[in-house]
Nanobody, 121 residues
Framework: QVQLVESGGGLVQPGGSLRLSCAAS????????MSWYRQAPEKERELVAT???????DYAESVKGRFIISRDNARNTVHLEMYNLRPEDTAVYFC???????????????WGQGTMVTVSS
């Protein structure tokens, strides 16, 4: 069974930092592209950052230079380091995998339940 479990969210003041983690299991993590999405209250879910299986990264313009996505294939974990947080970063952050449960299957998307990040003074 595919599982994606996010952790590390919480309340932080503007300008602060947080590190989110996503523990993955049930699919071939090392060959899967991993992403972080976020959804603010009453807004659409948006892509924040992606790290591919070959370690290429992409970031939303709004977080470029402030967030860093990384992966640890030995631990099946993806991280999102967030610096200089702003109130507009407040959202539920979701981990998403595009992976395969078996090598012969086509890839599909899997989602975690999310972790809340609140940036407020």
């Amino acid at each position: 069974q595919v599982q994606l479990v996010e952790s590390g969210g919480g309340l932080v003041q503007p300008g602060g930092s947080l590190r989110l983690s996503c523990a993955a299991s049930g699919f071939t993590f090392s060959r899967s592209d991993m992403s972080w999405y976020r959804q603010a209250p009453e807004k659409e879910r948006e892509l924040v950052a992606t790290i591919s299986a070959d370690d290429r990264t992409d970031y939303a313009e709004s977080v470029k230079g402030r967030f860093i996505i990384s992966r640890d294939n030995a631990r099946n974990t993806v991280h999102l380091e967030m610096y200089n947080l702003r109130p507009e970063d407040t959202a539920v952050y979701f981990c998403k995998a595009r992976g395969r449960t078996q090598p012969w299957r086509t890839p599909r998307d899997y989602w975690g339940q999310g972790t809340m990040v609140t940036v407020s003074s």
